[in-house]
């Protein structure tokens, strides 16, 4: 099984960015997917939670309003939209997945290599 996630980048204070994460060898009906993130110096954290059909979706309180999760089933693929970033949103974001319902637990089975965001005020 691999996470490929990608679409880190630099961004100014206020913009938005996508990021994305690929899953193969695992069939899309079968888990869930998570992003969390870690910051330089800091714990990683949880960011958003989405079930296979999307009937659940769990943000962190620092992010909701702000981030939407989502999934493309069809093409097996995660999504993490970005709006109203600002610099405390700096860090390494990591895409998670899990057969087993984790939720905001970080002990997800498969992990993706992480994607850098900087946030610039």
């Known amino acids: 099984v691999q996470l490929q996630a990608s679409g880190g980048g630099s961004v100014q204070a206020g913009g938005s960015l996508r990021l994305s994460c690929a899953c193969s060898?695992?069939?899309?009906?079968?888990?869930?997917m998570a992003w969390f993130r870690q910051a330089p110096g800091k714990e990683r954290e949880f960011v958003a939670f989405?079930?296979?059909?999307?009937?659940?979706?769990t943000y962190a309180d620092s992010v909701k309003g702000r981030f939407t999760i989502s999934r493309d089933n069809a093409k097996n693929t995660g999504y993490l939209h970005m709006d109203s970033l600002t610099p405390e949103d700096t860090a390494v974001y990591y895409c998670?997945?899990?057969?087993?319902?984790?939720?905001?637990?970080?002990?997800?089975?498969?992990w993706g290599q992480g994607t850098l965001v900087t946030v610039s005020s």
């Open positions: 998670a997945a899990d057969r087993s319902y984790r939720g905001t637990n970080p002990l997800y089975q498969y």
């Open positions: 060898g695992l069939p899309s009906w079968s888990y869930g």
């Open positions: 989405i079930t296979y059909g999307g009937s659940i979706i």
